[in-house]
T-cell receptor, first 110, second 114 residues
Framework: DQQVKQNSPSLSVQEGRISILNCDYT??????FLWYKKYPAEGPTFLIS?????DKNEDGRFTVFLNKSAKHLSLHIVPSQPGDSAVYFC?????????FGTGTRLKVLA | DAGITQSPRYKITETGRQVTLMCHQT?????MFWYRQDLGHGLRLIYY???????DKGEVPDGYVVSRSKTENFPLTLESATRSQTSVYFC?????????????FGPGTRLTVT
């Protein structure tokens, strides 16, 4: 039973445009959500997080939005750059450990 | 070197063999984790440890054994490797087990069981 879902396995975006990566979850007890970025042959690296008491968190080109009623979060990257091409994982945590989604492969086209 | 390292980076073994994957971190983080990454499943937690000599199961612990005698090391052992354990294994460390505390991941070990 997948508690954290990323339904889009891949996404292609033109350089300079907005990239929107989506994540859905089922457990209303999750209280923090995180996004990680992963390049090939490397481990995931932390990107941005959001608490369940907030609906938006921004860090430079990266913004995460949380819609608790819909149990949905999204990561916006504006403007997208070729170096953003990677696999993005969302993760959720509550009383249990971190639960990761299956990842979305983002390709930013120059 | 500072950070979190894993060894070996690549390993091929035969079914039934015992294999140990090593993980070492230099930050003195209390928490350490082992994940496996498989297509269609993302990252799944195998085991985690809250401190030296404290370990607990994650989502997919069957066939794996861990130990943590020192804070900085968290080896993962496959007692009798099976083909279904072919995967990429990531070790991670963190100051906490939940919350907004990010996890720091190692570079991964690609294990192939033939």
């Amino acid at each position: 039973d997948q508690q954290v879902k990323q339904n889009s396995p891949s996404l292609s975006v033109q350089e300079g445009r907005i990239s929107i990566l989506n994540c859905d979850y089922t457990n209303s007890m999750f209280d923090y959500f995180l996004w990680y970025k992963k390049y090939p042959a490397e481990g995931p690296t932390f990107l941005i997080s959001i608490s369940s008491i907030k609906d938006k968190n921004e860090d430079g080109r990266f913004t995460v939005f949380l819609n608790k009623s819909a149990k949905h979060l999204s990561l916006h990257i504006v403007p997208s750059q070729p170096g953003d091409s990677a696999v993005y994982f969302c993760a959720a945590t509550g009383t249990y450990k971190y639960i990761f989604g299956t990842g979305t492969r983002l390709k930013v086209l120059a | 070197d500072a950070g979190i390292t894993q060894s070996p980076r690549y390993k091929i073994t035969e079914t039934g063999r015992q294999v140990t994957l090593m993980c070492h971190q230099t930050w003195s983080h209390s928490y350490m984790f082992w994940y496996r990454q498989d297509l269609g499943h993302g990252l799944r937690l195998i085991y985690y440890s809250a401190a030296a000599d404290i370990t607990d199961k994650g989502e997919v612990p069957d066939g794996y054994v861990v130990s943590r005698s020192k804070t900085e090391n968290f080896p993962l052992t496959l007692e009798s490797a099976t083909r279904s354990q072919t995967s990429v294994y990531f070790c991670a460390s963190s100051t906490r087990g939940t919350g907004y505390y990010e996890q720091y991941f190692g570079p991964g070990t690609r294990l192939t069981v033939t």
